[in-house]
């Protein structure tokens, strides 16, 4: 449950999905009230709206899956140039078919068209490191309990 507030008052306590269609039935602009709400739920709503707008569990990973192997193989063939190059020149040139297949996503970061998701958490990237941390150790755990 969410509480809306206006000032020290709790006008209402709705599903945290629930807050803009109350808040427009009410003729209530959200700049007027305060949302309060606990962890989980808001955990619960952000994951619900990611489902909405950006695609489901199996489409995000799949997305992401996609990245991590494009990264594995394209850093691959960059160590495997860099290993074999003799001079800064060659280095360059190694390094140029991924710089070059990755200008589109640094442009678009750059220019604010695509947002990173570590970057708009609350926290930004230092909160993101310490998660993908506990989360990595904790799968580590429970492997190394098998």
């Known amino acids: 449950m969410a ?12 599903a945290l999905r629930d807050v ?3 808040l427009a039935d ?28 950006a695609g489901d569990t199996e489409t995000l990973v799949g997305t992401y899956g996609d990245g991590v192997a494009f990264l594995l193989v394209e850093i691959g063939k960059l160590a495997a140039a860099l290993k ?32 990173l998701p570590y970057k708009v958490k609350d926290g930004g990237q230092a909160a993101a490191l310490t998660e993908i941390g506990t989360r990595i150790t904790k799968v580590a755990k429970a492997l190394d309990s098998q």
């Open 84 to 115: 074999g190059a003799a001079n800064m020149a060659a280095m360059k040139t190694a390094a140029a078919p991924l710089a070059d297949a990755l200008d589109p996503l640094v442009a678009g970061v750059g220019d604010g068209t695509i947002k």
């Open 20 to 22: 803009d269609g109350w």
């Open 26 to 53: 009410e003729g209530i602009k959200k700049s007027d009230v305060t949302v309060e709400a606990n962890a989980a739920e808001i955990s619960a709503a952000a994951r619900a709206a990611i489902n909405r707008t």
């Open 3 to 14: 509480l809306i507030k206006k000032g020290p008052e709790t006008i209402a306590a709705v």
